[in-house]
Structures are given as structure tokens and as C-alpha cells.
């Protein structure tokens, strides 16, 4: 269960944690194509403008409205992520890495070691990574793959009492529909796994038994194995006494 949930979390946290470098080279890649500025005793190519000019200048001109658009974009993102309780993954996500790590000093370390240990990497992770950075991240991604009327409708759909009975019951359905999957996909596993076994001999001690306890080790090439203990003597029975006249 352990190793199913550690995926699950790879699987959020590799999309976050991935959009960070993304976003900076992103950003880097922008400022290398951005055409230079106009310098002074060298002719201005057409389009070009100088700072000189105030009036040609794009920030003379009226405020651009996609910045407006990009800011009521992100509270609008926020908004439906404070809704449907994705902006507390930031603080799920550290506080399962912490336990985890908890459990694993508590395995290592004294009680009171392990103790100090635990406070001092709390406020280290805290400061490395605060929840605050996975919902930006968030943000960012709901912003490439939804638009503004993507997310003002799903913010209606999930301030109707349905959308907030989903929220409410969705982990549960998820929960319990990957537990269903991972035992299908195990029983289904181990019935090809006997299937093979006939050709393949060398996976039957791998193979738990039918009735579910595991199968005996299968002895070692060239070393016979252990003889069975001889049975214990039969006590015999004591003879019945004889018939009185």
C-alpha cells in the first residue's frame, strides 16, 4: 500500500515540480528572442521603436488587456481551486513526505533525536518547499489547459449542491475504484503467472498457493531434500480386561 501510494504522489508531485524549471526557461527563452532596443546612431529597423519616443512606446498606449485577462484568469483558477480543495494538496503532499520521513528516523534514531531531527527538517522542507509553490504551480498548469470560460463554468458546476457532493464524495470513489482495479489486475496477474508456471518452473515458489498461504521453497539444484520425520511410535492400546463370570 505504501509503494501504491508513494506513486500516487510521484504521479502529482512530478507535473508540479517539473513546471518550475519549465516556466523559468520559459521565461529565459523570451527575454533571448525579445528584440533589443534601439540604440542610439544606429538606424531603427521598420516596427522598431526607440526610447526617445514616448508615443511609439507600447507602454504609452492604453493598459493591454490580456494582463487584466491573465489576473481575473488567476483568481478565477484559485477560486475553483479553493472550492474543490485542490489547494490544500501543497500541504497533503508535505505532510505525507514528512511522515514518511518520520517513520524512517523513528527507526534509525532515539525517540529524542529522532524528535529534534523531525522539527529541525520540518522547517527546512517548509522553507525549501511551501505548500504555497504547489498551487502556483497549479495555477499555471490550469491556466494551459483551461480557459477562462473552462473555469467560470466548472466554478457554477461545483457551487451546485451535485458539484459539492462530489467534491465531498470523490476521494472516496477514487479511493475505493483503484482498490477494486489493483485487485483485479493482481488476481488476473497470478492466474497467468499459474498458467506459465508449467513452462516456466522456476516461478512456482513465487506463486502463492490456491487456498492463499505461500507455496513451499523449492529445494536447491543438487541438494536432495530434508528427509520427513519418521512418525511417532503408536502407543499400543491397553488390553481389555477379561469378562467376569
Known sequence: MRLQMALLIL?????????????????????????PAHQPGVA???????????????????????????????????????????SKMGVNIQAYITQQVQDAV???MAPDKAQKFMETFSLKFDASSPPSAV?????TIYAKNFSMEDIQGLIQF???PLGKRVVQTMPQVSQQSQQAGVEMDQKAALSVLRGMSADYP??????????GKPAESAPAPGVPPPP???????????????PQN
Open 11 to 35: 504521479t502529482f508531485i512530478t507535473p508540479l515540480v517539473a513546471a518550475r524549471p519549465a516556466l523559468a526557461q520559459s521565461a529565459n527563452e523570451g527575454a533571448a528572442q525579445k528584440e
Open 44 to 86: 531603427a529597423k521598420p516596427g522598431q521603436t526607440t526610447a526617445a519616443d514616448p508615443s511609439t512606446s507600447p507602454t504609452a498606449q492604453a493598459p493591454a488587456p490580456a494582463a487584466k485577462l491573465e489576473a481575473a484568469k488567476d483568481a478565477a483558477i484559485r477560486h475553483l481551486m479553493d472550492i474543490t480543495d485542490t
Open 106 to 108: 523513528g527507526r534509525a
Open 135 to 139: 498551487t502556483d504551480a497549479m495555477v
Open 158 to 160: 461545483y457551487e451546485t
Open 202 to 211: 522456476e516461478i512456482k515458489p513465487m506463486l502463492p498457493q490456491e487456498d
Open 228 to 242: 520427513k520425520p519418521a512418525p511417532a511410535p503408536r502407543t499400543p492400546a491397553a488390553p481389555k480386561p477379561a
